[in-house]
């Protein structure tokens, strides 16, 4: 396992510039917006824009519990409105997520704190008892969000007099789809000339999931810090992305440990490192349903590296992407599956499609099989369930259809192995680091002798090869069971637009 000062390095080695200092001059009080904030007119590096943002700060505060953390944001945004369009941005929307507790499935943050140990062969083993304890309080426990605290009010110049106008309705909660929600309020009296300031904390017991970062928004933004504190024993890799710079640093610091079922215990100090990146000055973008904001806005994301309590040390997770791959094709519902008969084989050999000697014809026709007895749902998923009750019910999501077609495709014969990916409108997979939990579907790769590789998915057109749509043609795709040269595929690159076989 590395040593925490050798994580520190490679953060500063990679990410951190240090040349460039935050403006003096940015009013990051809250609560009292400025004269000039108040009268301003024009934003002058975009005399166009309809609105700016003046100040947003983020506070991600990690607190430490018995058998894990907790994470809060805490987030404050000033926006002055420049033109009439710009009063939209009193409507404020927050995504924030539940993930149902009799959910019988895994997750992808539960694999990713799942303890590895590896020999010098390079054959990985798992701490059983261990997984089973933090795989359950996950599943049980840390599943939760919520959005608290919010305040909003509306400031406005009438005369020489500054009004207020705070938001005091009910903020309303809608559910997207199994778990992603949102919280929704809109702040009053809102027009041109209005500086508008909101705040709120997203509270979170996902404590191994960092929230990826924008600072970049559709409207310019003046100045953007973001700043995380983290106890020590859990570890993060971070990566910018976007074309502006963050000017980023590294602090040590600590923390407070209070024992939650021990009310009379004495708090104790956690070391703890803090990281802060500041943005100024960063172009507005507005939005392209074509382009993925996660990839083109200026922001950070972050993955975990290493987990621990205080009563144990850490353990390393997801350092590269070969362990990625051994965990993925280690779990019941990817990997182990992929070996099962497939519930079509009596078809298939009834139709002697294993018979065919081009190996990508055969892989068509297997394709041809397959769909033409189920549907997809139109949902992407990583995990599947068992192929059979996907073919009773005639259909399923992604990995339900995707793991049928891995299974048949090996009934004939065929080499196959699944492509990891995240669809575009969620954004590239890091460059820098592995990663399990931004990993959120795969395509199937089937390797022939007469074609190469070639890709198809449940979502493909009537489930043809090399068809996929274009939400999955991305960039950086990984394929399990890579060369060590070669983590990435280029869907975008490999897929035939014309459809041909």
Known sequence: MKSNNIFAAAILAVFFCLSATAKDAVNTKFGKPTKEELTMTTYAPDPD???VVLCRLTDVEYSVQTDGYLVDYHEK????????????????TIPYYVVPQDKDKLYTSQMALRPQHID????VTYDEGASRSISTNIATNYIHESIEEVKATAYNMEGSKTTKSKFKGEVALEQLDDETWQARFT????????VIEYEYTRHSELFYRLHDWQAQQEIPVAYARLTVTIPRHLLFNFEQHGSQQLVAKQESSSMIYKLVSDPLAAPTTVMAYRYIFTGQDLKGAPSDPNVCLADYFTGVTAEVSSFGLRSTPPADYANTWEHVDQVLMADDNLGKM??????LREQLQAENIQTIANEQERAAAVCRLVFSHVKWNGKYAMWARNAQETLQQGGGNSADINMLLMQTLREAGLKVNPV?????????????????SKLTNYVV?????????VYVDASSPEGKLNTLPEQLQVERAHPIGFP??????????AVNPQGKK
Do not use: C
Request: hydrophobic share 40%; aromatic share 4%; no cysteine.
């Open 49 to 51: 824009a309809e609105a």
């Open 77 to 92: 945004i000033r926006i002055k409105v420049l033109k009439p369009e710009g009063a939209k941005y009193a409507q404020v």
């Open 120 to 123: 010098i062969n390079g054959a």
């Open 187 to 194: 702040i009053p009296d809102v027009r041109q000339g209005t």
């Open 338 to 343: 992929i070996e099962d008969h497939s519930p």
């Open 420 to 436: 990891v990916m995240r669809p575009r409108n969620l954004g590239a997979l890091p460059l820098t680091f592995p990663t399990i």
């Open 445 to 453: 790769g089937v390797k022939t002798r007469n074609a190469g590789t």
């Open 484 to 493: 060590s040269t070669a983590p990435w595929v280029s869907l975008k690159k």
